[in-house]
Nanobody, 114 residues
Framework: QVQLVESGGGLVQPGGSLRLSCAAS????????MGWYRQAPGKRALVATI??????NYADFVKGRFTISRDNAKNTVYLQMDSLKPEDTAVYYC?????????WGQGTQVTVSS
């Protein structure tokens, strides 16, 4: 069992930045593919993923603006969000995936508004 706790959400103006963090419990964090998803009214969408060896993948709508990273020593994955737009407003969820095991955090709200 893995518990994921997100933090760092909040209200930011368009063009601003936020950094989300996701702290994971468990001793095999380094083996998991970690990801960030977001959900506005509608379905949950993939934002970015990072594999155990550090390979990253981004949704087209965040490429060049968001950066995912991980610190295995701290069991934490980050999402640096720059040049934020109102359409980035959503609840952001952390995800851990290893084989058939999938875990989700509780989500953190990001609101981009002037």
């Amino acid at each position: 069992q893995v518990q994921l706790v997100e933090s760092g959400g909040g209200l930011v103006q368009p063009g601003g930045s936020l950094r989300l963090s996701c702290a994971a419990s468990g001793s095999i964090f380094s083996h998991y593919v970690m990801g960030w998803y977001r959900q506005a009214p509608g379905k949950r969408a993939l934002v970015a993923t990072i594999t155990a060896d550090g390979s990253t993948n981004y949704a087209d709508f965040v490429k060049g603006r968001f950066t995912i990273s991980r610190d295995n020593a701290k069991n934490t994955v980050y999402l640096q969000m720059d040049s934020l737009k109102p359409e980035d407003t959503a609840v952001y969820y952390c995800n851990a995936h290893y084989g058939s095991y999938v875990f989700w955090g509780q989500g953190t709200q990001v609101t981009v508004s002037s």
